[in-house]
């Protein structure tokens, strides 16, 4: 076995949370660890770190730019695009950068080379060391909509030898999967309401779909009702951490300070969650090889 | 002249679809032979994006020289008015009062879409 884990923190529903829990682990995490936030489009485990970063990291895809003296028209690039991003028309292409995946799928099929791509800035990732831990920020710019490829440029600052913990976006839709895919264990921060039951299941569905252990946290575990701890046992899912409803931590919250310096307690606990990840991680490796 | 109306079912009694992009079918109406074809958007009816754009692509492609609909967003519109194809815009009614309506001069070309862009905007 490698001597390295990625635990994504995800959620199906938002405000569960996913960053408390992120920022929580990976203090707690006793040897090297890098935290990566994910959640490009509102990224925030910066308010409990107050890193000061030392580099940031320009995030690009290529777009395909024309040069309407070289389009004979033929719609080839039109015809191939999956995602309506370039029509082809008697005076050339029209392309919709925000639109388009970066495939480039147009550009090869150009029979006469009047398209190539060009750089187009995203967002960035801002690096800083906090403590010993290694904190790598994607934000994505605003006015722009597709995070999956600036969440992937984020996930390249994966540790080869320790502990990554990524804090993912919420849902489950593209930028969810893009955070949780190749992470070795998921753990799915929950609340005990219909809301976060419904999402849950969505969530569980799709890590499923991935083929990743995983297991829950249950957050404010004494709120609501018990309909999740009744999901969980019938579909055998773990349930690791119980953390009951609590005005201090959410004073705390409302401050800036992290789980665990509120609740020196949950440090322990957390430690005791990586050795459970550890060892479902290695008997599944053994199970399916 | 060929005129694309978007349409809810193939013939010239159906109603119009106000939508461009998620038109159900655009009926194409040739004037001068007097004579039409539907073309199915079912393709772009269950687009994840880019709907407006790829039906306005078709459109373009069938050889239309204005387009009767309900409403056309700026990415559309854009592909469009590109291309010299006008926009009329027509609250309701048939396929076939839209044509005559055009005919009868009562339609006027818009000149920018009637659509705010994206949700995000």
Redesign the interface.
């Given at each position: 076995m490698r001597n390295s884990i990625a635990i994504a923190v995800a959620s199906g529903k938002g405000g569960t949370g996913k960053t408390t829990f992120a920022v929580s682990l990976a203090l707690a995490a006793e040897r090297s660890v890098s935290l990566l936030d994910c959640d490009v489009e509102e990224p925030n485990c910066d308010i409990f770190l107050n890193p000061k970063y030392t580099k940031t990291e320009d995030v690009t895809v290529l777009i395909p730019e024309a040069d309407n003296r070289k389009c004979s028209a033929c719609?080839n690039c039109?015809k191939i695009c999956r995602?309506?991003?370039i029509?082809?028309?008697?005076?050339g292409p029209?392309i919709?950068p925000k639109?388009c995946h970066s495939c480039g799928g147009c550009v090869r099929v150009c029979p006469t080379r009047a398209l190539t791509e060009k750089k187009v800035s995203i967002g960035t990732i801002n690096s800083a060391l906090c403590g010993s831990m290694h904190f790598f920020q994607g934000k994505m710019n605003v006015g722009h909509?597709m995070s999956p490829p600036l969440i992937r440029a984020v996930k390249r600052h994966t540790t080869p030898s320790g502990i990554t913990i990524i804090d993912c976006p919420p849902g489950t839709s593209c930028p969810m999967i893009a955070a949780i895919k190749g992470a070795d264990f998921v753990l799915l921060i929950t609340e005990p309401t219909p809301f976060g039951l419904n999402d849950l299941k969505l969530a569980v569905e799709t890590v499923r779909q991935l083929n990743i252990p995983f297991a829950v946290i249950l957050n404010r575990s004494d709120s609501g009702d018990n309909n999740v701890d009744v999901y969980c046992q019938n579909e055998s899912i773990p349930i690791l951490l119980r953390v009951t409803e609590s005005r201090d931590i959410a004073k705390a919250y409302s401050q800036g300070k992290t789980l665990v310096s509120t609740v020196p307690t949950i440090q322990g606990m957390l430690i005791k969650m990586f050795d459970y990840i550890k060892e479902n991680i290695k008997s599944e490796k053994e199970k399916y090889g | 002249m060929k005129i694309a109306v978007t349409s809810e079912r193939t013939d010239l009694n159906s109603p119009i679809d106000t939508r461009f992009g998620r038109a159900k079918y655009f009926l194409v109406y040739d004037t001068e032979k007097n004579t039409y074809s539907a073309i199915d958007n079912k393709q772009n009816l269950n687009a994840e994006q880019g709907a407006g754009i790829q039906s306005a692509q078709n459109i373009i492609n069938c050889g239309v020289d204005c387009i009767i609909t309900g409403h056309c967003g700026p990415k559309a519109f854009g592909v469009l008015n590109k291309a010299n194809v006008k926009v009329y815009l027509i609250n309701g009614g048939t396929v076939k009062e839209a044509l005559d309506a055009f005919k009868n001069g009562q339609l006027k070309a818009i000149e920018q879409s009637d659509v705010v862009e994206g949700h995000w905007a």
């Open positions: 719609g039109s995602f309506n991003a029509v082809s028309l008697p005076s029209m919709f639109l909509a | -």
